[in-house]
């Protein structure tokens, strides 16, 4: 039979991100792709490297880790993935929401993140196309943005350089173990035995610890995004607004608003926009109804009325992996030995993918590092 040190299953920006790093670890790495690398949330999301979007804290912690490598990542890899560090404004649309903005600004800054709290006059500088209805931003010039479609693409080259066999079009449909042990996988096109697998799944994590009789506190929380068509740069750099925090970070989902929709806004080199967003748990239904694309485009051009002119082309569905907190889950079952979880990024996936791969080398190789400790499974069963 055929035999592997490490297979990771899911080619996403984790998986690929993950391959990257092991592939100097390890002397045969399989990743197994059930479509095209990149083909699922990774290709249906945003661009935005945002620090400031994150809680303080832990998660401003681990953000700033994985912003630090995003710095030499496209000469590491040896492929462009259109990194910018473009800067990143979250628009604080009414007044009511200006103190909630004054204090998460000032927990941001103690957290070490350089961000400023704009006014209207000093925001519409920045995007003088926005509505003069503003009460101002907050800005944090360290922000940045990626293209996400070359992203795993950029991961994968960089890993397949390194060694590693990428399988795509291959379904991972078992997992064998023995004793507590991993010992092998089986896919729709043979089996592979070895004691080290990854699931780096993302929202589908839930499905391939099912084969092993786990369930994973992880669940797909659906996005939607507009895309219009090419335009001269309007935008500066990457906006989410304050309604957006509030839809991400509220615990409680009566006080998120009607989709959770809050915008993110981005322009693409080619000079596509990118108009989101929402947040709904519908499990993985892709239709998305006629109400939820116009709350998006209603809210968006209500903060930047240019919108109102461009045609809408296409639009992306994704499910984030949310696991509840914020937080994504880079551990080992503690009953099956040698199978690792790396998934539930949430809306966090592309500004977390850097420091994933090294987090799981350092897991493997059982190399101390704090950023793992928050982390682990152990969190959801004690709460
Ligand atoms: C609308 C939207 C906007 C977003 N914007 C941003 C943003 O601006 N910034 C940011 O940081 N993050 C953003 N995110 C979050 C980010 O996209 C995700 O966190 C990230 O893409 C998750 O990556 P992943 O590799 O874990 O999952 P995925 O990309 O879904 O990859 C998992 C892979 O596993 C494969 N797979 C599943 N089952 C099997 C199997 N049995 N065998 C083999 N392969 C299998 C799937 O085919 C898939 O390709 C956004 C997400 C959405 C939905």
């Known amino acids: 039979m055929e035999t592997a040190d490490v297979v990771i299953i899911g080619g996403g920006v984790i998986g690929t991100s993950i391959a990257f790093r092991l592939a100097k670890l390890f002397e045969k790495i399989v990743l197994i792709e059930k479509g095209e690398i990149g083909g699922q949330t990774s290709g249906s999301c945003d661009k935005a490297i945002f620090l400031q979007s994150k809680k303080a804290g832990f998660p401003i912690e681990m953000a700033i880790a994985s912003r630090e490598i995003y710095k030499n990542l496209q000469e590491e890899l040896g492929m462009s993935f259109e990194f910018k560090q473009s800067g990143g404004m979250i628009v604080i649309e009414s007044d009511s929401h200006l103190p909630f903005m004054e204090a998460f600004t000032k927990s941001q800054r103690e957290s070490g993140i350089n961000i400023e709290l704009l006014n209207r006059k000093e925001a519409l500088r920045r995007q003088p196309c926005f509505s003069s209805h503003i009460t101002g931003a907050t800005y944090c010039q360290d922000d940045a943005e990626v293209n996400p479609l070359l992203l795993s693409q950029a991961f994968a080259y960089g890993a397949k350089r390194e ?221």
């Open 163 to 383: 060694g590693v066999d990428v399988r795509t079009h291959t379904e991972v449909i078992n997992i064998h173990v023995k004793k507590g042990k991993v010992e092998g996988i089986v896919t729709n096109k043979g089996k592979i035995a070895t004691n080290l697998v990854i699931n780096a799944t993302g929202p589908f994590a839930g499905n391939i610890v099912k084969m092993v009789n786990t369930d994973l506190p992880i669940q797909p929380r659906r996005g939607v995004i507009l895309i219009t068509e090419k335009v001269k740069p309007i935008i500066n750099g990457s906006v989410l607004c304050s309604q957006y925090i509030a839809a991400k970070h509220l615990a409680s989902e009566e006080n998120v608003p009607p989709f959770g929709v809050g915008l993110s806004l981005g322009q693409t080199e080619s000079g596509n926009l990118l108009i989101g967003g929402s947040r709904e748990f519908v499990a993985f239904n892709k239709k998305v109804s006629t109400e939820v694309f116009s709350s998006i485009a209603k809210h968006a051009c209500r903060i930047a009325p240019v919108l109102r002119n461009l045609k809408i082309i296409r639009t992306m569905v994704g499910f984030r992996p949310f696991t509840g907190d914020g937080l994504p889950i880079i551990d080992e079952l503690p009953d099956v030995k040698g199978f690792i979880i790396a998934a539930g990024h949430e809306g966090d996936g592309i500004a977390l993918a850097p420091i994933t791969g090294k987090l799981v080398a350092d897991l493997v190789m059982e190399k101390e590092n704090d950023l793992l400790t928050p982390l682990t499974l152990q969190r959801f069963i004690t709460r």
